[in-house]
């Protein structure tokens, strides 16, 4: 007994780990992943399609663009392919931390990770590089998930809403040094060489995922997962067993048992393998975690404010840099609104969470940041647009990003504490799913749509009003 609560102390806490060197671990992770955004964006590795003058004069294509000889649809599904895996893995990984380690999950997507970005590397042609784009997708899956829930384990209390902004900083800070990586590896050598630079680094966090005693989350003991095994086993017997039964039952009404049904009740005993049964568990268990998320009222309040923020935020971070140009004349509107969102993203993320923190982190504290930053928020990025001075555009415009970042930190503590510890992994999937499905990826076309069907009106407006 003395020996079984040793290891279970050691499994717990292991003796590398502090919970500072976990923070810093996984903001060096996320931070990858938010570096490999920022690369296939970036002009050194993204490139241009080759150019021939009306002289005859050609100009060799540069990056992947230029190598793969792509069109700008397929250009454009290169920087979007990787939701595709996130979107399908993330529930899945979510869903097996219940049945294996959580901390050696995030080994096996930062794995696969890896491979990816090496794949993206080696690629031939569109078909191969779009595959491995999606794969690291799935590779990212699992960290998102599982890292934000290890990350609230092991924070302080008191600086719980902290330790979260920091690790979501990482986010503009790893996009931003994506663009600058990209450019001087792609501009200097090749762009292939980025890709696997990237592998090179993420590997050493891929190897520890699975050497170092894996940490435990709360709410997935290991008790919790050999029972829940144990139930599996039982459910398959009786069901095996109740099969068996009226085969046994019909044989017993002849006072005989033929052939073909001893060769039935055989088959019956092995076709349940516990593989079958454990995919079966799995999706009710799943199923019935999902229903639990849709019915509470608080998770599903933050998620659907969550999409209406990253839907404006998706939508400004396309048009944004379109609108400065023509409002403003600006010939640098694209360093302008990048510089001025990576400085409001990581004081905003990082004075959101201690702002928290300091009025005390519960869920009503969180809402009433949340609805304050985001009402000024919009308020200062209208009056922002509204502006005719360029200085005064950007005064109002850095206010306003400062406060609208700051929600990072609260949303995320609400996803995480809403809900039981046992459903923070699919809670947190859930979440990355629904901001990109109904959020970011459809506001930029549906903005663009708007756009347009405005242009038209006003054109028929003009020529039946105001003819020429």
């Given amino acids: 007994m003395a020996r079984s609560q040793t290891e279970d102390a050691d499994n717990s806490n292991p003796s590398w780990f502090t919970p500072k060197r976990l923070l810093v671990m996984f903001c060096l992770i996320n931070m990858l992943n938010y570096v490999d955004r920022g690369v296939i964006a970036s002009n050194g590795v993204n490139g241009s399609l080759g150019t021939c003058t009306e002289t005859g004069v050609c100009t060799a294509g540069t990056g992947i663009q230029g190598d793969f000889n792509l069109n700008y649809f397929q250009d454009g599904i290169l920087s979007s392919a990787f939701m595709v895996g996130l979107l399908v893995a993330s529930p899945i990984f979510a869903s097996f931390a219940k049945s294996y380690n959580p901390f050696r999950l995030i080994g096996v997507g930062l794995s696969v990770w890896t491979f990816a970005t090496a794949g993206c590397g080696a690629s031939f042609d569109f078909w191969s590089i779009s595959i491995f784009r999606m794969l690291v997708g799935v590779g990212e899956a699992s960290f998102i998930s599982l890292a934000a829930p290890f990350i609230d384990d092991n924070a302080p209390v008191a600086q719980k809403t902290a330790w979260l902004s920091v690790f979501y900083m990482c986010i503009p800070t790893g996009i931003a040094l ?77 006072g005989y048992l033929d052939g073909d049904e001893l060769d039935r009740c055989t088959s019956k005993k092995s076709s349940l393998s516990k593989g079958s049964l454990e995919i079966l568990n799995q999706l009710s268990k799943f199923w019935k975690d999902i229903k639990v998320l849709l019915f509470d009222k608080v998770y599903l309040t933050n998620v659907l404010g969550y999409i209406a923020y990253n839907f404006v935020i998706g939508a400004y971070s396309y048009w944004g840099p379109k609108a400065g140009y023509e409002i403003y004349h600006m010939s640098n509107a694209d360093l302008l609104f990048g510089g001025v969102t990576i400085v409001c993203g990581i004081f905003g993320t990082l004075a959101g969470g201690y702002i928290l923190d300091y009025i005390g982190s519960t869920i009503s504290n969180a809402f009433k940041l949340l609805s304050g930053a985001t009402f000024l928020g919009a308020i200062f990025c209208f009056s922002a647009f509204c502006s005719k001075n360029l200085y005064g555009f950007i005064f109002l415009f850095s206010i306003g990003e400062l406060l609208v970042f700051a ?62």
């Avoid at 190897?207 to 144990?230: H, I, R, W, Y």
């Avoid at 510890?421 to 959020?439: D, E, K, N, Q």
């Fill in 178 to 254: 994506g663009y600058v990586y990209g450019g001087v590896v792609g501009g200097n050598f090749n762009w292939r060489y980025a890709f696997f630079g990237e592998a090179i680094l993420m590997l050493p966090f891929a190897v520890l995922g699975f050497v170092m005693k894996p940490l435990q989350l709360k709410g997935f003991a290991f008790a919790e997962q050999k029972k829940a095994s144990t139930s599996v086993e039982i459910i398959g017997s009786e069901i095996e067993g109740t099969e068996v039964a009226d085969i046994e039952v019909a044989s017993s009404e002849r």
């Fill in 407 to 468: 929600t990072q930190g609260p949303v995320n503590y609400v996803c995480l504490h809403s809900v039981k510890p046992s459903m923070r992994p699919l809670s947190m999937a859930m979440s990355t799913v629904s901001i990109h499905i109904f959020g970011d990826v459809p506001s930029s076309p549906l903005v663009g749509i708007v756009q347009v069907s405005i242009a038209i009106s006003m054109a028929s407006f003009y020529s039946l009003f105001m003819p020429s």
